[in-house]
């Protein structure tokens, strides 16, 4: 559904570099990095308002340069930038205006999830942050997209809206013929719905691989730090000593031993883009 | 049925665009810089200035006095236009899913509209100023006017080359701001000249000059025109330069 390859783009100062990694229909991917590691600039690119320089973007088996409208009448967005509708007119007022632009657009349903995300029908400007972007979310699904391309999105949600939100990107990939990229520094939630992640750092591509493989590579490791110095060093990306012991991350293989002692866990998204992110600098 | 209906919504959007901009743009005015408002509305009173001396003022009409707020009011709403900035749909419409042609209609039906509306307002001003020349050799004012007001449309397509700095603005024609000022003072020559020569019998010379500012007028604008669809059509369909 979705291929990069080998992709560059500078914007500004910022570059990104070969980035390359592909998601198949039916799949929700994580596109996870610190702030400023490139993330927006790769949904940028994947809603084609951002040209790469090199290497290729292909959406649905298609270009933009072939078929733009094809490709974004099946792309729904939630962006973190504002101005994108306008702040004088109401919520159905701006969904009617550019929903008209989009084949499959429904006003029902765009009403039906207004309501389902408890938003009233005021004007765009006086809405939250958070409403913005639930607004927007809504205005993505009601006009039937294959693609969600989310950036950023629940850090600015609340408790309650987030299990929603969830919840309805679970069931959007449901009939195993649309995706979703969900571009966050909050990996949180990306543990209980990502199928796969694709992990950037100062505009390169650090991996890209999807969860039983990340299961499969890397362990997290905790005990004495004695017990972890004896792992080979070659194996350990980064080890934090704590008040209450060291931690580290580990590749993993299948001839990898561990001492009983240590406690050997899968390790979570955060600790994986933590320890990397530290390893690497 | 269903392409009407988009070049209807095109246009629809091109209008709340620039409605959306009204209170940017107001915000833009206040505290704009000094040297338009000096332009657009101190030099205004300097070319008028010989109506309301004494040896004018046997020609100057109380409908003149009409004319002259109407006319004030006309460039305000001119200068008060090129002070926004309508591009905000343009970003939204990027991602929505329209072809290169109806994005391009799009640009065009804007540019058409933002320098129509102000021309419109240019007609209306100057069908008052002809009648107002048969009772009157006032009208020739107008051409003064009317540049002023010309420029302040083209301005509007002066954007700033990237944001909305206008600090940084990108003219279709190199040089233009000082052409600009090299053809207000010509003006000033002008409503100076015309005040000078003001006796009937010595309109020609007056009449020669004002002919050739326009000719120079009419040759600007064929270069502008030339030179501006491929600036407009770069910086709307660009998103990069856009943003």
């Given amino acids: 559904m979705v291929q990069l390859t080998n992709v560059k783009k500078k914007i500004g100062q910022f570059f990104l570099e070969d980035i390359t990694f592909s998601l198949r229909e039916g799949y929700i991917m994580g596109l996870i990095g610190e702030n400023g590691a490139g993330k927006s600039s790769i949904l940028k690119l994947l809603l084609g308002i951002l040209t790469p320089e090199e290497g290729q973007i292909s959406i649905f088996g298609t270009t933009y340069e072939e078929n733009e409208k094809g490709i974004k009448n099946n792309v729904g967005y939630v962006l973190a930038e504002d101005g994108l509708f306008l702040g004088e007119m109401n919520l159905l007022e701006n969904a009617r205006l550019f929903g008209k632009y989009y084949e499959n657009f429904s006003e029902s349903l765009f009403c039906n999830y207004a309501s389902e995300f408890g938003l009233k029908n005021i004007k765009v400007k006086k809405l939250s942050r958070g409403e913005y972007l639930k607004f927007q979310f809504a205005f993505a699904l009601s006009h039937k997209p294959k693609l969600l391309l989310l950036d950023e999105p629940t850090a600015n949600f609340d408790p309650e809206f987030r299990r929603k939100f969830l919840c309805v990107i679970t069931d959007f990939i449901k009939d195993g013929r649309k995706s979703v990229i969900l571009a966050t520094h909050l990996t949180e939630d990306l543990e209980q719905i990502a199928d796969y992640v694709t992990f950037i750092d100062h505009g390169r591509l650090l991996f890209s691989m999807d969860r039983e493989s990340i299961n499969k590579y890397f362990r997290m490791a905790a005990g004495e730090e004695y017990k972890i110095n004896l792992l080979p060093k070659e194996n350990i990306i980064y080890k934090e000593a704590g008040k209450y012991g060291t931690r580290a991350l580990v590749k993993h293989g299948r001839w990898s031993q561990y001492d009983d002692a240590l406690n050997i866990t899968y390790p979570l998204l955060e600790e994986l883009m933590y320890f990397i992110l530290k390893g690497k600098h | ?243």
């Avoid at chain 2, 003022?57 to 006309?74: C, S």
């Avoid at chain 2, 051409?143 to 990237?162: A, D, V």
């Fill in chain 2, 1 to 243: 049925m269903r392409n009407n209906n988009k070049k209807l919504t095109i246009l629809h959007l091109v209008i709340l665009d620039y409605a959306g901009e009204i209170k940017e743009g107001w915000k833009r005015v206040k505290g704009a810089d000094i040297v338009l408002w000096f332009w657009d509305f101190l030099f205004i009173g300097i070319m008028w200035a010989p109506w309301f001396m004494d040896f004018a003022w046997e020609y100057f009409l109380q409908a003149e006095l009409f004319v002259y707020g109407y006319t004030i009011g006309v460039l305000s709403l001119g200068f008060f236009i090129s002070r926004m900035y309508p591009e905000k749909l343009e970003k939204t419409l990027l991602l929505c899913p329209l072809t290169q042609a109806e994005k391009i209609q799009y640009v065009k039906t804007g540019y058409r509209l933002k320098v129509g509306v102000p021309m419109l307002f240019y007609v209306l001003a100057g069908t008052v100023w002809l009648f107002l020349q048969v009772i009157s050799p006032f009208f020739i004012i107008e051409i003064g006017l009317w540049m002023f007001f010309y420029f302040r449309c083209i301005n509007i397509y002066c954007m700033p080359e990237t944001g909305r700095d206008d600090s940084i603005r990108r003219y279709p024609v190199k040089g233009m701001e000082i052409f600009q000022i090299a053809v207000q003072l010509l003006e000033v020559g002008q409503i100076m000249g015309m005040a000078l020569y003001f006796e009937g019998s010595r309109w020609v010379p007056i009449y020669i000059y004002e002919g050739t500012i326009t000719l120079l007028q009419v040759l600007l604008y064929i270069i502008m025109k030339k030179n501006l669809y491929p600036i407009i059509m770069e910086r709307a369909l660009c998103y990069e330069d856009n943003y």
